[in-house]
T-cell receptor, first 115, second 110 residues
Framework: GAVVSQHPSWVICKSGTSVKIECRSL??????MFWYRQFPKQSLMLMAT?????????EQGVEKDKFLINHASLTLSTLTVTSAHPEDSSFYIC???????????FGDGTRLSIL | KNEVEQSPQNLTAQEGEFITINCSYS?????LHWLQQHPGGGIVSLFM???GKKKHGRLIATINIQEKHSSLHITASHPRDSAVYIC????????????FGPGTSLSVIP
């Protein structure tokens, strides 16, 4: 089945650092990638949708200058948490989809801890 | 009222039991996903369906579009089935928008 690789799986860093998370589709071309955030014992919350070669569409309340998304190729999207603070600590999950009627395939997530 | 609801919220079962997790929604959808999230956080897509029934191994998913309801069944449950099961619906009115249910936490005891 389709595989989405997310890296890193866990990162701990100091407050003020910028952190980049990568999401790669390994065996298909992902026209659309999604970035989610998940708080403990809660469901996924969509942060933004990105289509290859165009600017990401952010959900209401998500700061686009804080969470920079780049979808430069059909197999790679990156989420950069800029100047991270402890309140940004969370579980971030990406998913990728080949076409509009295809299911989303999820990465294994990145646990971000900001000290 | 949430647009996607699941029941039960938590479920504990003995190994071998037949398990049913329910999902109801109040919006028009083009498809419904059942997802499995393991304790480590990774998510696996189990099914995507828009009508009828699908079966994969010990898992069966059904959907009734008229009643806006879907069920996920697990036959002969096993401890490795312990996970959070999430129902997610793809809105008919939006190309991309998916709404996730709150999840059902399943523990299967040996």
């Amino acid at each position: 089945g389709a595989v989405v690789s997310q890296h890193p799986s866990w990162v701990i860093c100091k407050s003020g650092t910028s952190v980049k998370i990568e999401c790669r589709s390994l065996d298909f071309q992902a026209t659309t990638m999604f970035w989610y955030r998940q708080f403990p014992k809660q469901s996924l919350m969509l942060m933004a949708t990105s289509n290859e070669g165009s600017k990401a569409t952010y959900e209401q309340g998500v700061e686009k200058d804080k969470f920079l998304i780049n979808h430069a190729s059909l197999t790679l999207s990156t989420l950069t948490v800029t100047s991270a603070h402890p309140e940004d600590s969370s579980f971030y999950i990406c998913s990728a989809r080949e076409g509009g009627w295809e299911p989303q395939h999820f990465g294994d997530g990145t646990r971000l801890s900001i000290l | 009222k949430n647009e996607v609801e699941q029941s039960p919220q938590n479920l504990t079962a003995q190994e071998g039991e037949f398990i049913t997790i329910n999902c109801s929604y109040s919006v028009g959808i083009s498809a419904l996903h059942w997802l499995q999230q393991h304790p480590g956080g990774g998510i696996v897509s189990l099914f995507m369906l828009s009508s009828g029934k699908k079966k994969h191994g010990r898992l069966i998913a059904t959907i009734n579009i008229q009643e806006k309801h879907s069920s996920l069944h697990i036959t002969a449950s096993h401890p490795r089935d312990s996970a959070v099961y999430i129902c997610a619906v793809k809105l008919k009115t939006s190309y991309d928008k998916v709404i996730f249910g709150p999840g059902t936490s399943l523990s299967v005891i040996p």
